[in-house]
């Protein structure tokens, strides 16, 4: 499913080459794409898992920082469904819009596949 609405060319002109998730508190997971004729391997570590309330998880870019971000997705019962909230945390400036409309991508193709559902 994260090849349906996180990655791929539904959402922008790449290919989604492997997605490797270990879906528990320790876990690690790599989301390799291929854009622009580069490959860009997205990767991160699992640190909480409160299903279905919140998950928060490192992410990085593997061999292009070696520092971590920090990514926090609350999810909160409303009259309607739900309503979701995504926290990254020490982003570099110089990639604050450019992370913010990702997610925001990201988010709509989300909202989208679960309405399918």
């Known amino acids: 499913?994260?090849?349906?609405?996180?990655?791929?060319p539904k959402l922008r002109d790449e290919e989604v080459v492997s997605l490797t998730v270990d879906a528990k508190v320790g876990g690690r997971f790599s989301f390799l794409v291929r854009r622009g004729g580069q490959e860009i391997d997205h990767v991160g570590r699992y640190l909480e898992i409160d299903r279905p309330r919140r998950?928060?998880?490192t992410w990085g870019i593997a061999g292009?920082?070696?520092?971590?971000?920090?990514?926090?997705i609350e999810i909160v019962p409303?009259?309607?469904?739900?309503e979701l909230t995504l926290t990254h945390r020490k982003v570099w400036s110089?990639?604050?819009e450019r992370t913010q409309g990702g997610w925001t991508t990201m988010v709509q193709a989300l909202a989208k596949e679960l309405d399918t559902i």
Request: aromatic share 18%; net charge negative; glycine share 14%.
């Open 55 to 57: 998950l928060v998880f």
């Open 94 to 96: 110089e990639y604050a």
């Open 1 to 8: 499913m994260i090849g349906q609405w996180m990655f791929g």
């Open 78 to 82: 409303s009259e309607g469904g739900c």
């Open 64 to 72: 292009f920082s070696v520092d971590e971000t920090d990514v926090t």
